[in-house]
């Protein structure tokens, strides 16, 4: 029921962003079931539903006819700069660590960020923009460049689309955002790539982008605020992975959450490695779908050029959340999530593993078991005090310790599962491993008490700690709703937390957007730390009151905001 209340908000920026699409509506008329929806990106999720309710079973069918209704009243929106923002009292700081430049109210999340470790004052960061409604392409990939050390943004726009090589031609930017940058200030991106109207039919993929410092500097993004989509901005563009999906059958492949690094090769030069995970669609499957595989892609970072996907995650049936690092030796780790009991509907357990590939190598050594976590957050589930969506999702780095990678594995967990689909009291566990996966030390909880989900953890750059970065709850001592960001250093030789810092002054409260309610903070956050021992926490949050849509009054609403802690 949970699920179903928030289905009328999640819908309702989607509706906004779509066209009428009378004749769109009929060309696709098969049923996608609410358990693919759940699983893949909410950013795509949304999009479907909207274009076409009549595919969508129950009461999102009810809720999709209604706002289809609902169209022309939203369809002569104010543009940029005719909604009025107010800043509320007590705020301070706080209020400028936002990270954007939306003036109509529009939400961000799903924050990534990458700060140049030679010259940490550029500073790029993405977000899932909703302001796509706005664009020709509805691109929906945002990304935000600050030349002062993430202190404001210099200027702002959407990926543009890629040409596909198939029907239809080109593939807006969907979100799901990833950044990466290399010594030089170069900047990565990847994200998803779909159908703007109708994300299951027909070709999809993932996409890698790559724009000069330079480039980024004189492009013109972000100075004319009706058109966020500057192509010169981002001029090397490619899929690097896609899938297709007959629309008369609706039995295909939709790829999902990629994940990137960018490091060494381990032979004097730069490499890609970009995750994602492929999922079986079958309409007529319980779930909507048969199974997922993890693939990865190598790629040359100066060239882009890109090797054929390769299947990293076996025989494995239902998978989700991979992760992917590349240690200054060119060792590369990917991690994932194993899910069983979702495909048989009955409670969940999440095996987290994790393979290397060795430097110079495309091929992926055997596949290690991290944990068999058997408290995770489970998909379709919910934290006990809170409605958006979240799943036990595991993070990973691989720093250089004694002249040997040393893995690093992070993951979300439940003191308790009440009825196999409430989470009580989650933690932010950690385990590592010197010998490749063969043996991990007993996970430790580095969170403290309270709710604590999506951990974040950031790059070593030679510094001897890393950063880890997660929403908490536990300043809401009575209620566990509230949520604040909290942010540990950690020691690469010892695994100690070294030092303890609240990134947000005022707790936040999740469900005050207008457009998404408490439905949606996106499935991530993110956390950079540079050479100069500053940690970049890009989240999402809603403190800045604005006329949403120019209408109404200012109320809070979702931003994506930038934070800098030492």
């Not at 690094?261 to 970009?274: F, M």
């Not at 110079?360 to 957050?377: A, F, H, L, M």
């Not at 005090?385 to 690093?408: E, H, L, W």
């Not at 469900?511 to 989240?539: C, H, K, Q, T, W």
Request: proline share 7%; aromatic share 10%.
């Amino acid at each position: 029921m949970r699920r179903v209340k928030h289905s009328l908000l999640f819908l309702v920026i989607a509706v906004m962003a779509l066209p009428l699409q009378a004749a769109g509506e009929g060309k696709n008329s098969r049923v996608v079931q609410e358990g693919l929806l759940a699983h893949v990106s909410q950013n795509v999720a949304l999009r479907f539903a909207a274009a076409h309710p009549a595919a969508v079973e129950g009461t999102l069918r009810e809720a999709g006819e209604r706002l289809r209704q609902a169209r022309a009243e939203v369809a002569q929106v104010a543009r940029p700069g005719a909604s009025r923002a107010t800043h509320a009292g007590g705020l301070g700081v706080q209020l400028d660590d936002r990270f954007n430049r939306d003036h109509v109210g529009l939400p961000q999340n799903e924050e990534s960020v990458a700060v140049c470790p030679s010259h940490p004052r550029y500073v790029l960061s993405g977000a899932n923009d909703y302001r796509f409604f706005l664009d020709p392409e509805l691109n929906s990939t945002g990304y935000y460049f600050s030349t002062n050390g993430g202190r404001s943004v210099s200027k702002e726009g959407l990926l543009p689309s890629i040409e596909s090589g198939g029907e239809p031609a080109n593939l807006p930017s969907g979100g799901d955002p990833v950044i990466q940058t290399d010594s030089e200030c170069n900047f990565y991106f990847a994200d998803l790539n779909y159908p703007a109207d109708d994300p299951f039919a027909n070709r999809n993929g993932v996409g890698l982008y790559k724009t000069t410092l330079e480039n980024l500097k004189s492009c013109p993004a972000g100075e004319d605020p009706d058109q966020l989509t500057q192509p010169e901005c981002w001029p090397e563009r490619r899929l690097v992975a896609f899938a297709d999906i007959p629309v008369e059958t609706g039995i295909g492949s939709f790829l999902d959450k990629p994940w990137m690094d960018v490091g060494p090769d381990g032979e004097g030069g730069q490499q890609i490695w970009i995750t994602y995970s492929d999922f079986a669609n079958d309409p007529n499957a319980p779930l909507g779908f048969t199974g997922a595989q993890i693939k990865a892609v190598h790629c040359d970072a100066e060239t882009l050029a890109c090797e054929e996907p390769i299947v990293i995650s076996g025989t494995d049936e239902d998978v989700q959340f991979s992760d992917v690092t590349i240690a200054d030796d060119g060792s590369t780790l990917i991690t994932w999530a194993q899910i069983e009991g979702e495909l048989e509907e009955t409670a969940q357990v999440f095996t987290v593993k994790a393979v290397v590939i060795p430097p110079g190598s495309t091929t992926p050594g055997p596949t290690k078991i991290v944990n068999r976590e058997v408290n995770p957050i489970p998909f379709d589930g919910f934290l006990h005090a809170n409605d958006f969506r979240v799943a036990t999702y595991p993070k990973s780095i691989m720093p250089m310790v004694n002249g040997k990678p040393r893995m690093f594995v992070f993951w979300d967990r439940c003191l308790h599962n009440l009825l196999d689909s409430t989470c009580e009291e989650s933690q932010i566990y950690m385990t590592w491993s010197d010998d490749m996966g063969d043996t991990w030390t007993d996970p430790v909880s580095i969170s403290k008490h309270g709710d604590n989900y999506f951990p974040a953890v950031s790059d070593e750059h030679g510094t001897g700690k890393f950063a880890v970065a997660w929403f908490t709850n536990r300043r809401d001592r009575i209620f566990h709703n509230r949520q604040d960001v909290e942010l540990v250093l950690v020691a690469k030789q010892t695994g100690n937390v070294t030092k303890r810092r609240w990134v947000t002054r005022l707790s936040n409260e999740s469900e005050a957007d207008p457009i998404l309610g408490g439905g949606f903070i996106g499935d991530y956050i993110d956390v950079d730390r540079a050479p100069n021992g500053v940690s970049y926490v890009g989240y999402n949050a809603n403190y800045r009151k604005v006329e949403v849509l120019g209408e109404g009054f200012p109320i809070p609403q979702q931003d994506n905001y930038l934070t800098r802690k030492h």
